[in-house]
Nanobody, 121 residues
Framework: QVQLVESGGGLVQAGGSLRLSCVAS????????MGWYRQAPGKQRELVAT???????NYADSVKGRFIISRDNAKNMVYLQMNSLKPEDTAVYYC???????????????WGQGTQVTVSS
């Protein structure tokens, strides 16, 4: 099986920074586009940022210019550098990765357990 484990969440004041990390482990043949999503209380899960295997990135408008997504393909890791944090960034952040378990296999979607980010005003 495949596991995704996030780390790096916490409590920070508005204007501060946090760096989230996510590592994928297990039976992994390849990983396609990886992403970060978040879910605030009472709201639906939303896309924060994605990054392709080749490093092409995509960001939600609400985080453009403040967040930076990156990945290390050799380590099966994805990162999210969050700068100039705002109270509205408060949410549980989830890592997502479509993983192929073998050659010719279709990718299966995996999610981490989530890490809490709280931004105080």
């Amino acid at each position: 099986q495949v596991q995704l484990v996030e780390s790096g969440g916490g409590l920070v004041q508005a204007g501060g920074s946090l760096r989230l990390s996510c590592v994928a482990s297990g039976r992994i043949f390849s990983i396609n586009t990886m992403g970060w999503y978040r879910q605030a209380p009472g709201k639906q899960r939303e896309l924060v940022a994605t990054i392709s295997t080749g490093g092409i990135t995509n960001y939600a408008d609400s985080v453009k210019g403040r967040f930076i997504i990156s990945r290390d393909n050799a380590k099966n890791m994805v990162y999210l550098q969050m700068n100039s944090l705002k109270p509205e960034d408060t949410a549980v952040y989830y890592c997502n990765a479509p993983v192929r378990l073998g050659l010719g296999h279709r990718p299966n979607d995996y999610w981490g357990q989530g890490t809490q980010v709280t931004v105080s005003s």
